[in-house]
Each structure stands twice: as structure tokens, then as C-alpha cells.
């Protein structure tokens, strides 16, 4: 299994609804990653999980809280969001410190924010 | 600080001509270096990498890139295009050492002309 399977596919959230992203890969990586991307634009790393502990925030605000449940398991729970955070919301894992190094990436959640 | 820069917004190519996607980094240190390809509503997906040996890495689709220490570039190219290879393509280093943190260049669309 080399997927990386995120669900939901698509999301329309109003900016006072609680919803939650989830990710899940069996590939036995041990870092896994939120990316948010907006329309043509690069990814911009959000978290990234090495090992079930958060290792990198860059910066995001609150209204994204990120957990790590297991290693295989990831989601990025949302609150209050605002219309700007409309984007393609993507989890990537990777195996680290090998040849083998790169990243296995989700098809991603598509969120509208009303 | 890592930076990846990829100086063509759009590539135009004829099917069946050589194409080449340019990419240029600035990483302290020795880089891994990746091409991934994103298609409309999709993840990325990856088509190769760099991390030591043979300077011309081959890699999925008929895609090859060459690594360029002098001159710091990673350009992407294929001898023969197809109208299926039309997409956006992005770059990507990460520093070798002590980071997760993969940083993507802006992303080239090519447009493959039948």
C-alpha cells in the first residue's frame, strides 16, 4: 500500500462550524505533514509530525489544531475559520533520512469556507 | 535560508519536441532535490529525485534532470513531449540535515501543443 488517502474529498464549512481533516497512510512512515495550497500556487507547509510529536508549526493560526493519534493517522481539525482559508488542504508522509526520501502525498480536501 | 526558484510561470511546447523546466535553488549544504507533477484537483505526485551519485537522475514518465552544482540548477526535461505531460510542475529541496522542511518553487505549467 503506498497511498496516502485524505477524506473528506471536498468541505464547505461555515466560519463558526467545527469540522475535521483526516489522513491516513500504512506505508509505515514515521513523518507525516499538512500543506495548504491556494489556486496555482505552491504548497506552504503547515505542521509537520516526526514521530507522533509536532516537530514543525510554521506559524499557523490557532483556528487549525493538528493531532497525531498514531502513526498512521493524522488530521487537522478546523474551527472558526475564515473565507480566506478556502484552499486545497493536503497531508503528505515521508520516510526521513534515507535514499528513499520523498514525499507520498494525499489527493487533498478541497475546504470552502462560507 | 532555502529558496527554490522556477523563473517560467508557463512553458509552451509541441507534442514530440524535447521540453525543459527550469529550476534553480539556493540551500546552505548539500540538497535533496524532486520534481513532483500536480494535475487538477490532485495531490503531487513524484516524478524524481537527487540526493547523491550520478548527476543525470531518471525518473517516471520518461522525465530525467540533470544536477548542476556550479550552477546551483535542477532543470527537468524529456526528449519527447506528450499532451498528456500537460500540467503544473514544481520543484522542491530540502536541506540534508536536521529539517523536515521541504521548500517548493512556484510551479511551471506546461501546456503541451498537439
Known amino acids: 500500500d503506498t497511498e496516502v488517502t485524505q477524506t473528506p474529498k471536498h468541505l464547505v464549512m461555515g466560519m463558526t462550524n467545527k469540522k475535521s481533516l483526516k489522513c491516513e497512510q500504512h506505508m509505515g512512515h514515521r513523518a507525516m505533514y499538512w500543506y495548504k495550497q491556494k489556486a496555482k500556487k505552491p504548497p506552504e507547509l503547515m505542521f509537520v509530525y516526526s514521530y507522533e510529536k509536532l516537530s514543525i508549526n510554521e506559524s499557523v493560526p490557532s483556528r487549525f489544531s493538528p493531532e497525531c493519534p498514531n502513526s498512521s493517522l493524522l488530521n487537522l481539525h478546523l474551527h472558526a475559520l475564515q473565507p480566506e482559508d478556502s484552499a486545497l488542504y493536503l497531508c503528505?508522509?515521508?520516510?526521513?533520512?534515507?535514499?528513499?526520501?520523498?514525499?507520498?502525498f494525499g489527493s487533498g480536501t478541497q475546504l470552502s469556507v462560507l | 535560508a532555502q529558496s527554490v526558484a522556477q523563473p517560467e510561470d508557463q512553458v509552451n511546447v509541441a507534442e514530440g519536441n524535447p521540453l525543459t523546466v527550469k529550476c534553480t535553488y539556493s540551500?546552505?549544504?548539500?540538497?535533496?532535490l524532486f520534481w513532483y507533477v500536480q494535475y487538477p484537483n490532485r495531490g503531487l505526485q513524484f516524478l524524481l529525485k537527487?540526493?547523491?551519485?550520478?548527476?543525470l537522475v531518471k525518473g517516471s514518465y520518461g522525465f530525467e534532470a540533470e544536477f548542476n552544482k556550479s550552477q546551483t540548477s535542477f532543470h527537468l526535461k524529456k526528449p519527447s513531449a506528450l499532451v498528456s505531460d500537460s500540467a503544473l510542475y514544481f520543484c522542491?529541496?530540502?536541506?540534508?540535515?536536521?529539517?523536515?522542511?521541504?521548500?517548493f518553487g512556484t510551479g511551471t505549467r506546461l501546456k503541451v501543443l498537439a
Open positions: 540551500v546552505s549544504g548539500n540538497p535533496y
Open positions: 503528505a508522509s515521508s520516510i526521513s533520512g534515507t535514499t528513499n526520501e520523498k514525499l507520498f
Open positions: 522542491a529541496v530540502r536541506a540534508v540535515s536536521g529539517t523536515y522542511k521541504y521548500i
Open positions: 537527487y540526493i547523491t551519485g550520478d548527476n
